[in-house]
């Protein structure tokens, strides 16, 4: 799969209310995840955070997205119930699994 393909397979799952199993085979083991709130150095430590605390209610409306060859850059309109909020997330990947995922937005939506 190329970058843009799997980044829109992550997140027709995380925000499609796909199986959060299902992101074993887009994630490589050794996934560096980053973004304000949290940090993860493992696809396996990702995914046990999303399923402690599910991203119920989560929703998306994409801005922009562009790719070059190992990776993708998505900039969309987050929502939950009580915040929305611009985000981004720009995808590495390598051998069609994701390998870095940075994730960006202020923090402070999350806060009121």
């Not at 709130?37 to 991203?55: H, Q, T, V």
Request: proline share 4%; net charge negative; aromatic share 14%.
């Amino acid at each position: 799969m190329k970058a843009m393909e799997l980044a829109e397979r992550y997140m027709g799952i995380l925000y499609g209310g796909g199986r959060l199993e299902e992101l074993e085979e887009l994630l490589a083991d050794d996934l560096k995840f980053e973004g304000p709130l949290f940090k993860f150095g493992s696809a396996r430590e990702y995914i046990d955070s999303l399923k402690a605390d599910p991203p119920e209610g989560f929703g998306y409306q994409l801005i922009r997205a562009w790719e070059d060859e190992t990776s993708a850059c998505l900039v969309y309109m987050f929502s939950k119930p009580g915040v929305t909020t611009p985000m981004a997330q720009y995808f590495q990947t390598d051998g069609g699994r994701i390998t870095r995922i940075l994730l960006v937005f202020d923090t402070g939506a999350f806060m009121g």
